[in-house]
């Protein structure tokens, strides 16, 4: 019986999505094979949450648990947190310190894709397209003009490394162009200005499942909103149509780039690309290297589409994890 501690919560606007990322994940887990622990991960604490809902520390020293007098270690971790500390590298660096098994990507992949700027920068040379963008770190001049010079009007304003659309935001004129600065630094102090790209959102997982890179059923996101912002994303303004309405050809060139993407840069566990198709022709938006796991969310609901439960979703995961942690 392996004890499995499900990470979830983190330091950013996330953290209520992680948490009920985590709980599915909790609730799911085979407990024939694992017993899953509840640790929630906050700036001011780390606990265990018993059932009870009591709160037990976490040792920071080997991320072990005092448990009414016994010492539990545990075997790996699921990794369900958004965001920091369980997107960005943080957390998985830690975990690589003290030889701990976990589920997501290593620590330089986390970093990379959380910092949207940097992600595409390495991802431009192998041929991935992507919007028309302009960067601003917090104190730098704004010129609007510049700006829409280089990117065009309407565009999205985004913070570099942010999650679920937060101080996401499309402006249409100078004025909202700042407004939409101003919101977006209140997330990061970096920025990404993206041309607007008029075409079909679509998000594809991609898991390494059984030791093999699989790539999900593609899903086409049908935005009641401007975008697809955090209302579309959780508050149901959105369609979600799985598998996607697009022809076998786009979907074929789709899986292809998105498979490629998961190969160059060298990932591990889950990850869920977001792509607009423009006359046939798709951009990458972002790459997320822990998405949502509920059973609302879009990845698990592609693997459904395959064929693959939440539980053996899960389970693959932590196998793989485990795996990796004896070769």
Same mark, same amino acid.
């Given at each position: ?5 499900? &990470? ?40 265990? /949450? ?5 709160? %037990? ?7 072990? /648990? ?10 790996? #971790? ?26 997501? @990507? ?29 960067? !601003?770190?917090? =104190? ?6 510049? *700006?829409?010079?280089? /990117?065009?009007?309407? @565009? %999205? ?23 939409? *600065? ?10 990404? +200005? ?11 997982? /991609? ?10 059923? &593609?899903?086409? +996101? #049908? ?45 591990? =566990?889950?990850?869920?690309?977001? %792509? ?13 290297? #822990? ?27 932590? #196998? !793989? ?7």
């Amino acid at each position: 019986m392996k004890h499995v501690a499900i &990470i979830m919560g983190g330091y950013s606007s996330e953290y209520e999505i992680s948490l009920a990322s985590g709980k599915v994940v909790y609730d799911t887990l085979d407990r024939s094979k694992y017993t899953p622990y509840a640790i929630h991960l906050f700036k001011d604490k780390w606990v265990y /949450v018993d059932e009870k809902g009591e709160e %037990f520390p976490i040792d920071k020293n080997d991320f072990s /648990v005092i448990y009414h007098g016994k010492k539990i270690n545990f075997d790996v #971790v699921f990794n369900a947190i958004h965001g920091t500390p369980g997107e960005d590298g943080l957390i998985q660096a830690y975990f690589e310190l003290i030889n701990m098994p976990h589920t997501s @990507c290593d620590f330089y992949q986390a970093a990379l894709t959380m910092n949207k700027r940097d992600m595409l920068s390495v991802l431009k040379p192998y041929g991935i397209k992507t919007a028309i963008s302009y960067y !601003l770190n917090q =104190g730098d001049i704004i010129d609007t003009d510049i *700006i829409i010079q280089r /990117v065009g009007l309407p @565009c %999205f304003v985004k913070p570099n490394r942010s999650g679920s659309s937060f101080g996401i935001s499309k402006a249409k004129t100078s004025e909202e162009l700042l407004e939409a *600065i101003e919101l977006a630094y209140k997330e990061d102090d970096e920025i990404i +200005i993206e041309s607007f790209l008029n075409g079909t959102e679509v998000s594809v997982g /991609v898991i390494n499942y059984k030791g093999e890179i699989k790539v999900l059923p &593609i899903t086409e +996101i #049908v935005s009641e909103n401007e975008f697809f912002d955090y209302e579309a994303k959780y508050l149901g303004k959105s369609q979600e149509i799985t598998p996607a309405r697009i022809d076998d050809n786009i979907k074929n060139k789709i899986d292809d780039i998105a498979a490629r993407i998961y190969k160059i840069l060298k990932m591990e =566990g889950f990850s869920r690309s977001e %792509f607009i198709i423009v006359d046939g022709v798709p951009f990458l938006l972002e790459v997320n290297t #822990v998405p949502g796991l509920t059973t609302e969310s879009i990845l698990p609901k592609q693997a459904k589409e395959a064929n693959i439960t939440l539980a053996d979703l899960f389970d693959n995961a932590i #196998v !793989l994890a485990l795996q990796k942690q004896n070769q």
